[in-house]
């Protein structure tokens, strides 16, 4: 069984610091992996997809990478601001026609970035 | 994009009355749909998996009379909530996959809060 960690649980930042928020999950077998935000009583916002063949991608400020073998991925977020103050949730997207393209989610990784 | 429309976005209901969430896909023909739920400062949790014209895949622990699902046609699911108690109040999301091969994009509805009193 798919099982997802996100560490840490939280983490408080001052403005404009670099972070990495981690993912790590117990099955290689899939996919693709993807990095979600989630704004308190929100729906999710998606911010990067990684497929199982490539390392990492990246958007604006965000950088996803994927490590398959190993079952870790990361998510570095660059001169953090107030406004990426949010949960985010790592994915894994299941392989094979059984498990039917679920995503399996982490716990989540609670970010308050301090002005 | 592709958008995936959840209604209502809140609803509170009293103990022992049934709720109905519906979760539609706009512009594409969703062929399967997920439910999820989240309780206050955790995670997602797969509840079920809905299949147009069948019936739903239910996860290990969820009761499926509890909670009904059906996926009549390939645009609407809708998870109804029976006889709610307050430990149903949770956060409800939905998630719609094109139609086409099992690794097509996934696009989440905006959520529903359910508050039972």
């Known amino acids: 069984k798919q099982e997802v960690t996100q560490i840490p649980a939280a983490l408080s930042v001052p403005e404009g610091e670099n972070l990495v928020l981690n993912c790590s999950f117990t099955?290689?077998?899939?996919?693709?992996l993807q990095w979600f935000r989630q704004d308190p009583g929100k729906g999710l916002t998606s911010l990067l997809l990684i497929q199982s063949s490539q390392r990492e991608q990246t958007s604006g400020r965000l950088n996803a990478s994927l490590d398959k073998s190993s079952g870790r991925s990361t998510l570095y977020i660059a001169a953090s601001q107030p406004g990426d103050s949010a949960t985010y949730l790592c994915?894994?997207?299941?392989?094979?026609?059984?498990?039917?393209?679920?995503?399996?989610f982490g716990q989540g990784t609670t970010l308050q970035v301090k002005p | 994009g592709a958008v995936v429309s959840q209604h209502p976005s809140r609803v509170i209901c009293k103990s022992g009355t049934s709720v109905k969430i519906e979760c539609r896909s706009l512009d594409f023909q969703a062929t399967t749909m997920f439910w999820y739920r989240q309780f206050p400062k955790q995670s997602l949790m797969l509840m079920a998996t809905?299949?147009?014209?069948?019936?739903?895949?239910?996860e290990q622990g969820v009761e499926k009379d509890k909670f009904l699902i059906n996926h009549a046609s390939l645009t609407l699911s809708t998870l109804t909530v029976t006889s709610a108690h307050p430990e149903d109040s949770s956060f409800y999301i939905c998630?719609?996959?094109?139609?086409?091969?099992?690794?097509?994009?996934?696009?989440f509805g905006n959520g529903t809060r359910l508050t039972v009193t």
């Open positions: 809905s299949n147009e014209g069948s019936k739903a895949t239910y």
């Open positions: 099955d290689s077998a899939i996919y693709n």
């Open positions: 994915a894994v997207r299941m392989l094979g026609s059984s498990n039917t393209g679920k995503l399996i």
């Open positions: 998630s719609a996959r094109d139609r086409g091969p099992y690794n097509s994009p996934l696009h």
